[in-house]
C-alpha cells in the first residue's frame, strides 16, 4: 500500500488541481467527524447532541460541508465528460454517456453495493435469529442514512452533460437560472403554501452548487468572485435564518417543522455559497502546502479510501457503542463533563474500527481497468436512475423490519429495502453492461 501510494503521489501530472483533491477529502472527513459527535447515545437510545445543546447549533455552519463536495463534482465531472468526448468518434456521443456513467459511477457504486450486500446479509441474519431491538435495531434503521448523499450524486453525474451544454453556453446564466428556481420554490412553499413543492430544490439546490463546480473548470471563480460568494453567501445565510422561516441548524433536527437540509432550502444554497468561496479564498496556500511530497502522499492515500471510509463509519460508531455497552462502560448523560471527557476516547475506537472496515473493504474502491469509448446511453440512464431510486430509497427505510415489510415513501411510493436493494443492484449490471457497450 505504502509503495503504491508512494507511486501514485510521484506519477502525479504538473496541471494535476491537488488542490480539488484535497477538498474531497477534507469535505467526506468533516461530516464523519460530525456524525461521530452529534450522536448522543445512551442505554435508553440514540440522540442528537445539538437537540441536547441548541447552542452548538451554529458548529453546523462549519461541519455542514457536503456543499464543498458536490462543488468538486461538478469540477471533476466537467473535466471527465470533456476527455471523453474529446477521445470520442464522430457521431457517437450516445456511446460517450454511457461510457462516462460507467467511469464516474465504477469508485462509487462498488463500495456502496458491497456495503449494502454486507449490511443486507447481517440484517436478515439478526432478525432470522430474533434480534434487531435495542441499540441494533437503532443500527439497522440509521446505518444506512447517509446513502442520501450518494443517491444525488449519482443524479450529478446522471445530468451532467445537459448541465455542462447549458454552462458552455451562458455560463454565470445557468447558475443563476437554478438559484432562482431554487427561489422561487421556496417562495411557493413559505409564501403561497403550495404542497410537496419544496421537494424540487432535492435537484435546483445541490445542481446549483453543482453548477458552480463547472465554473471552476474553467477558471471563472477568480479571488474577487470567490469573495463575492464567501461574504454574499455568508450575508444572506445570516439574513434567511434570522427573517425568514429557516432553522439555526443545517442539518436536520429531530422534530423540527421545517428542516434546512431535507428537503434543501434557500438557506442551505446560502450556506453552500458561502463555503465554496471560502474554500476558494484558500486555494493558493492550500496549493503552496500540497507541493509537499509528504502532504500529497497523505492526501492520495486518503482519496483511495474516502468512500470506503465514509460508506462504514457509522457502523463503526454503532460498534463502539454496541461495546461499551456490552462491556458495561457507563455511558454519561449527553453533554455532561463525563461526557465531554469520554468523547476522545470514543473518536479514537471509532476512527480505529473505521481503520479496520477500510482495510477489509478498500479493495472495491479500487477503479477497474477502463473500458472502450462505446456503449448504450438509454440503458446507462435507466441503470443510473434505478441506482438513484434504490439507493435514496434504502436511506430512508434501513434493513429494520426486514421480515416485517417496513417500507418508506419514495416520491409518493412505498418502498421496502428488499425492493431498494433489488433496484440498486439491477441499475448497477445495467450502467456496467452499457458501459461496455452491451445493448
Not at 445543546?53 to 473535466?79: E, K, R, Y
Request: aromatic share 10%; hydrophobic share 55%; charged share 10%.
Amino acid at each position: 500500500m505504502g509503495s503504491s501510494v508512494r507511486e501514485l503521489a510521484g506519477a502525479t501530472p504538473a496541471t494535476r488541481d491537488r488542490y480539488v483533491d484535497l477538498l474531497r477529502v477534507a469535505s467526506l472527513g468533516a461530516v464523519v467527524l460530525g456524525h461521530w459527535l452529534m450522536a448522543a447515545v445512551t442505554p435508553d437510545g440514540v440522540g442528537n447532541l445539538l437537540a441536547v445543546v441548541p447552542a452548538l447549533q451554529p458548529l453546523t455552519w462549519l461541519l455542514q460541508v457536503m456543499p464543498v463536495f458536490f462543488f468538486v463534482g461538478g469540477f471533476s465531472h466537467a473535466l471527465s465528460y470533456r476527455s471523453l468526448l474529446r477521445k470520442r468518434p464522430e457521431g457517437s456521443e450516445d456511446s460517450v454517456y454511457s461510457a462516462f456513467l460507467r467511469a464516474r459511477l465504477q469508485r462509487l457504486l462498488r463500495p456502496t453495493m458491497v456495503f449494502v450486500l454486507v449490511w443486507g446479509a447481517a440484517a436478515l441474519l439478526v432478525q432470522l435469529l430474533g434480534g434487531g431491538g435495542g441499540l441494533t435495531g437503532v443500527t439497522l434503521r440509521m446505518v444506512t442514512q447517509p446513502l442520501w448523499f450518494i443517491g444525488i450524486y449519482l443524479a450529478m453525474v446522471a445530468f451532467t452533460p445537459p448541465l455542462l451544454r447549458l454552462h458552455e453556453r451562458y455560463g454565470w446564466g445557468a447558475f443563476a437560472g437554478l438559484a432562482g428556481a431554487a427561489v422561487a420554490v421556496d417562495v411557493l412553499r413559505f409564501a403561497a403554501g403550495v404542497p410537496y413543492v419544496e421537494f424540487l430544490n432535492f435537484a435546483f439546490v445541490w445542481l446549483a452548487v453543482h453548477q458552480l463546480g463547472f465554473l471552476r473548470a474553467d477558471g471563472r471563480i477568480r479571488l474577487r468572485r470567490a469573495a463575492l460568494l464567501a461574504g454574499g453567501g455568508l450575508i444572506a445565510a445570516t439574513a434567511l435564518v434570522a427573517f425568514g422561516p429557516y432553522p439555526l441548524s443545517m442539518v436536520g433536527m429531530p422534530g423540527e417543522k421545517v428542516s434546512n437540509m431535507a428537503p434543501p432550502t434557500l438557506a442551505l444554497l446560502a450556506h453552500g455559497l458561502w463555503l465554496v468561496g471560502a474554500v476558494e479564498l484558500l486555494r493558493a496556500p492550500a496549493a503552496r502546502l500540497l507541493e509537499r511530497p509528504r502532504v500529497w502522499r497523505t492526501v492520495v492515500a486518503a482519496n483511495g479510501v474516502a468512500m470506503t471510509a465514509f460508506l462504514w463509519h457509522l457502523t463503526a460508531m454503532f460498534g463502539v457503542y454496541g461495546a461499551l455497552l456490552t462491556l458495561d462502560v457507563d455511558l454519561p448523560e449527553p453533554a455532561s463533563a463525563a461526557w465531554w471527557a469520554q468523547v476522545p476516547l470514543r473518536l479514537a475506537l471509532a476512527a480505529a474500527l473505521t481503520a479496520a472496515l477500510v482495510a477489509a473493504f478498500r479493495t472495491f474502491e479500487r477503479p477497474a481497468a477502463s473500458a472502450p469509448v462505446q456503449g448504450h446511453g438509454p440503458l446507462a440512464a435507466l441503470g443510473a436512475t434505478l441506482c438513484l431510486l434504490g439507493v435514496l430509497g434504502l436511506s430512508m427505510v434501513g434493513f429494520g423490519g426486514l421480515l416485517d415489510g417496513r417500507t418508506a415513501l419514495l416520491i409518493a411510493i412505498p418502498v421496502s429495502a428488499p425492493a431498494a436493494v433489488a433496484m440498486t443492484l439491477g441499475g448497477w449490471l445495467l450502467v456496467e453492461r452499457a458501459g461496455r457497450g452491451t445493448p
